[in-house]
């Protein structure tokens, strides 16, 4: 059973950075495209960045790109997203998902891709 924890959420002002990770147990990272999405408070629970399999494939929200930067350590079986220049308006709970890629290997950026999700972790911007 695949279960996934994120960490590294907090408090911090505008401008300062942030890193996320993403520890998943009971499966090996490697089989899976990784993806960090966020969900503010009324709002939809939308995509911020993916990895594929290889990390040869990265995808970003238009709104972090040049900000945030997702990777992976398959031998600890961990993704991570680093931010920079943090603002208000990515304050959110960050959700960490997992999509089983038996051959394949893509960065999907549809929620509908991904078969597992952790529990989401806070992070707060204060401007």
């Known amino acids: 059973q695949v279960q996934l924890v994120e960490s590294g959420g907090g408090l911090v002002q505008a401008g300062d950075s942030l890193r996320l990770s993403c520890a998943l147990s009971g499966r090996a990272i490697s089989n899976y495209g990784m993806g960090w999405f966020r969900q503010a408070p009324g709002k939809e629970r939308d995509f911020v960045a993916a990895?594929?399999?290889?990390?040869?494939?990265?995808n970003y929200a238009d709104s972090v790109k040049g900000r945030f930067t997702i990777s992976r350590d398959n031998a600890k079986n961990t993704v991570y997203l680093q931010m920079r220049s943090l603002k208000a308006e990515d304050t959110a709970i960050y959700y960490c998902?997992?999509?089983?890629?038996?051959?394949?290997?893509?960065?999907?950026?549809?929620?509908?891709?991904?078969?597992?999700w952790g529990q989401g972790t806070q992070v707060t911007v204060s401007s």
């Open positions: 990895i594929s399999r290889s990390a040869a494939t990265l």
């Open positions: 998902a997992a999509d089983y890629q038996a051959l394949s290997s893509r960065a999907p950026t549809s929620k509908g891709q991904y078969d597992y």
